[in-house]
């Protein structure tokens, strides 16, 4: 019998590089408060969010891809051309299909490399993460593209009292490389399907077809039930990837959640029981919630204002639409 030829396995992975598309315009609670009868006081008190960004008419997903995409390969001092693949995670690209990371090919000029776009809403970067070292740990790629981008601003109802006001726009991407020592722990991850409902689009673009008179199809969420789902499960899942990843609370020099709601990090903070010395990312109270763009934008924050972090371990976290999670250990570049 003969044997199966493979590819030559790697030994690790880690995060290399790391770069950042933040839109350009910047929205206030009072900017929006108006069509949900809300104010800035309350908006803060509910969510800890004093401003989000979002892009202009004329920004697109890809557009905000390509350039955190460039910042990252060239932090990882690599050029385009060294990427073997690219993953997207993004629940608002306009198109079901081609993906736009099959579009980012091009745009970048990695070539004819693997592409591919997930859609896990805000645990979309973690699934990306663990694919990447997954990749890259088997031999089949050297240099992974991993990017979260969202343009939330484009499936909102201004006068949605449930997510609108949380909601802003941006892309975060890092590549994941080749390491002689680890760098990424095994991710702890999963789905609730039973609560698939919870956070979810008003209606289905089949509806949308068979009834012409339906509005465009907006995000709403069941905010009381998410709100317990991320703090009391993701804590559980939390611990369990600091466990999985061999290592305790205080070995971490960050934790980078979710940037979902200001209370959701502060409970999840506590039930860990960070000590001090770990720093915790805010990105949330200026740039809003950013679904799968989230983590790496507030991993990318942390580290241009606090350089000192680099090489050190974070926890990051990822729940939302589906209900679907994801969390790992990973050291920064």
């Not at 999963?190 to 409902?197: D, V």
């Not at 673009?205 to 789902?229: C, Y």
């Not at 070995?251 to 903070?269: G, S, Y």
Request: with cysteine; charged share 20%; net charge negative.
């Amino acid at each position: 019998m003969p044997t199966l030829k493979t590819a030559e396995p790697g030994t690790f992975s880690r995060i290399t590089g790391i770069g950042a598309y933040r839109a350009e315009n910047l929205v206030t609670n009072d900017d929006i408060a108006g069509p949900i009868n809300s104010s800035d006081e309350w908006i803060r008190q509910r969510t800890g969010i004093i401003t989000r960004r979002r892009a202009s008419e004329d920004v697109g997903v890809l557009d905000m891809c390509e350039e955190a995409a460039l910042e990252a390969v060239a932090s990882a001092g690599l050029k385009p051309e060294d990427i073997g693949g690219i993953i997207i995670s993004t629940v608002t690209f306009p198109y079901f299909t081609p993906s736009a990371a099959s579009a980012l090919t091009d745009r970048l000029g990695t070539g004819p490399v693997p592409a591919w776009d997930i859609s896990a809403a805000c645990a979309g970067y973690c699934y990306g993460i663990s694919q990447a070292d997954a990749l890259v740990r088997a031999g089949t790629m050297d240099n992974v593209l991993v990017i979260g981008a969202e343009k939330l601003s484009d499936i909102i109802d201004p006068e949605d009292r449930s997510i609108s006001f949380i909601l802003g726009d941006g892309a975060g991407a890092v590549v994941v490389s080749s390491s002689d020592e680890p760098g990424i722990s095994k991710t702890v991850w999963g789905s609730k399907g039973e609560s698939w409902s919870t956070i979810r689009m008003t209606d289905s673009l089949i509806d949308i077809r068979d009834n012409r008179e339906l509005p465009f199809p907006t995000l709403r969420q069941d905010g009381p039930n998410v709100f317990r789902w991320a703090v009391w499960d993701g804590a559980e899942v939390a611990k369990e990837a600091l466990t999985a990843a061999g290592i305790e609370a205080g070995d971490l020099a960050a934790f980078v959640p979710h940037q979902a709601n200001m209370r959701i990090i502060d409970e999840l903070a506590k039930q860990l029981k960070l000590p001090n010395s770990v720093v915790i990312a805010r990105d949330i109270a200026d740039n809003g919630n950013t679904s799968a763009a989230s983590i790496p934008l507030a991993t990318e924050r942390l580290l241009r204002e606090q350089p000192e972090l680099s090489g050190g371990l974070a926890l990051q976290i990822g729940f939302g639409a589906g209900l679907v999670y994801g969390a790992q250990v990973v050291r920064l570049p």
